[in-house]
């Protein structure tokens, strides 16, 4: 079983709310895309879309020591896999509605939602990457001055 995955499955047995499916598929994307160095330090599972009714578009979120990844398994062939540096981050909007949460990830590039998320996780997660990108970004920064 892989780091990612027992991580996931941590995640989910405390926030069984948040809707995930295809856990270990998802889980196996974001392993085979750590550099050998790289350590992952969080993981948790959403949906990658803005639409609360698309529940297909389950993801694996890992935190590791060098980025942040995204990753999903397509159902018949391939997959997905998103990679967000520290410098390449700009900010995170978390918003709780009704039942689930959604984390909003500003990037030089691209928005990037994650929605269909524990409301109760939504802290956590926050911390655990605000936190790590600001960290990073004030080691980028102490390196270029």
């Known amino acids: ?13 405390r926030y069984p709310d948040t809707i995930g499916w295809r856990l270990k598929q998802n889980s196996e994307v974001v392993e085979m895309h750590l550099n050998p160095e790289e350590e992952v330090l969080y993981a948790f599972t959403a949906q990658k879309n803005d639409n609360p009714i698309n529940i297909v578009g389950s993801c694996v979120v890992a935190l590791t020591n060098k980025r942040l990844l995204i990753g999903r398994k397509r159902v018949i062939v391939g997959y997905f896999l998103d990679s967000i540096t520290p410098d390449m981050f700009n ?15 500003d990037t030089v590039k691209e928005y990037v939602t994650l929605s269909n998320i524990s409301k109760d996780a939504l802290t956590e997660i926050e ?19």
């Open 91 to 105: 900010d995170l909007k978390i918003s709780s509605g009704i039942i689930w949460g959604k984390v909003h990830i």
């Open 127 to 145: 911390t655990k990457i605000s936190e790590y990108m600001m960290k990073k970004k004030k080691e980028y920064k102490n390196l270029n001055d």
């Open 1 to 13: 079983m892989n780091s990612v995955y027992k991580k996931v499955l941590r995640f989910k047995n």
